[in-house]
């Protein structure tokens, strides 16, 4: 019994020391890059998107030549270069990404930006295409009218029929934000409406 306890023991031992030196390896820390504003500052919260080409790709909501945010693409080595720079902030909203972006089946990358517009009375977020090349375009713009929703402020998912789905935190019939898809064209479609629950 005496010989068991103290197998048992070394045994938990070695399987802290174990679990001791991967925490130690996981604690090591290496900085890639700096913002420092001129290349963008605040980058969005969530994960950096690994394109096909192994590189990483993200977004940051203001900074920038013209401070209203910029798309990047990182080597794994961290060489940084900004594929688009988002207009300056303006009637038309706060231009810059602040969510994670996705690489879609069409090799194009997508996203969203939460306060921003086509036009000065439609700031309430947009849906945007960037193809590798650096090319920007407005997939998708949400309207004051809100039907449709409003503030899309989190990142996109496309899902097996093809289609991007994502979610705004205000609009729709409710007042409370929707479930959103949107095809690769362009095509927006409110697949559902939150309701705001009431205390009473």
Do not use: C
């Not at 290496?30 to 504003?37: A, M, R």
């Not at 879609?104 to 990358?109: H, K, L, P, T, V």
């Not at 930006?113 to 713009?141: E, Q, R």
């Amino acid at each position: 019994m005496h010989t068991k306890t103290v197998w048992l023991s070394r045994a938990a031992a070695v399987l802290l020391l174990a679990f001791t030196a991967a925490l130690s390896s996981a604690q090591t820390l290496t900085t890639l890059v700096n913002f420092d504003g001129t290349n963008g500052d605040t980058p969005a919260p969530g994960a950096l998107l690994l394109g096909a080409d192994g590189n990483f790709y993200g977004s940051t909501s203001t900074g920038g030549p013209n401070k209203g945010g910029t798309i990047f693409r990182m080597t794994p080595g961290g060489q940084l270069t900004t594929l688009y720079n988002f207009p300056p902030p303006s009637f038309t909203g706060f231009p810059g990404a602040n969510s994670s972006m996705i690489q879609a089946s069409d090799g194009n990358i997508y996203g969203t930006t939460p306060n921003y517009g086509t036009d000065p009375l439609n700031i309430w977020g947009t849906v945007f295409k960037l193809t590798p090349a650096g090319a920007y375009s407005t997939l998708y713009a949400f309207t004051l009218h809100g039907s449709d929703g409003q503030i899309p402020n989190y990142g996109l998912l496309q899902a097996s029929d093809g289609n991007l789905y994502g979610t705004t935190q205000s609009g729709g019939d409710h007042s409370a934000g929707t479930v959103f898809k949107i095809t690769l064209g362009g095509q927006a479609t409110t697949v559902h409406s939150w309701y705001r629950r009431t205390e009473h």
